[in-house]
């Protein structure tokens, strides 16, 4: 049996990236989010991008749009863009001038806004926060409390054949469940290798080899293509 509808759309359009995108006017109320029933809300391309079940809402000038799915108890809203086959769901909020796109997903109640972009087939949720100007991508994992922002760029690198595997950003070195900030990593990389049977000039080598692989990468993730250009057939 299918779900009551919960919204509708208004019958106002608006054409962004080849797309037609509809208005959505509330059949319902949602008291925890304070919509009540004839409420303006935001924009989908179709009804598949907002589910009628649960609370999930898209409110303002935030659009939904390609194969995007907002469901649960999740909220997009401000100018917030939720697009391509990303999920927003649970209790996550996406909002601000954020952008979530890709095959990312956005869950928990987790948080997402400001300018950050959240892409590739990155995972954000528990508690987390990506905020500020910071860029979240790849297979990159943000979740508990972490907070992700400011500038930063965050998209691991992962190095296999030791006895853990060993993932790299441009400031963190996780091996196997245990962080070290690169900082630290640079003063005690060495040691910890060493007690996982290495000698000691082989410890020495991996650990300097795993600082210039962070550095490296650092760079290359610093060059990230501003969504603004992506292609109409990126943003499907």
């Known amino acids: 049996m299918d779900a009551p509808r919960k919204y509708e759309f208004t019958g106002e359009t608006k ?57 649960g108890n999740a909220r997009v809203y401000d100018n ?14 996406v909002f601000g001038d954020a952008w979530v796109y890709d095959n990312a997903w956005v869950f928990g109640n987790a948080q997402v806004f400001d300018n950050a972009w959240v892409f590739g087939n990155a995972r954000v949720y528990g508690n987390a926060r990506v905020f ?13 409390n972490a907070w992700v922002f400011g500038n930063a760029r ?26 070290y900030a690169l900082d630290v990593w640079k003063s005690r990389g060495a040691a910890i290798i060493k007690a996982n049977g290495y000698s000691t000039d082989e410890a020495r080598d991996w650990a300097e080899l795993i600082v ?5 990468h650092f760079k290359r993730v610093a060059k990230v293509k501003d969504p603004a250009a992506i292609s109409q057939e990126e943003a499907a």
């Open 154 to 179: 965050v998209s691991p690198a992962c190095l296999t054949g030791f006895p853990y595997t060993v993932t790299v950003t441009d400031n963190m070195v996780r091996v196997g469940c245990e962080y």
């Open 15 to 71: 054409e962004w990236m080849g797309r037609t995108l509809h208005q959505i006017r509330s059949l319902v109320e949602i008291a925890a989010l304070g919509v009540a029933i004839g409420d303006l809300g935001g924009w989908v391309e179709k009804e598949e991008n907002l589910a009628h079940q649960g609370n999930a809402w898209v409110f303002d000038n935030a659009q939904v749009y390609g194969n995007a799915q907002v469901y």
């Open 80 to 93: 917030a863009r939720v697009y391509g086959n990303a999920l927003v769901f649970d209790n996550a909020r």
């Open 212 to 216: 210039l692989i962070a550095k490296t």
């Open 132 to 144: 500020g100007n910071a860029r979240v991508f790849g297979d990159a994992r943000v979740f508990d």
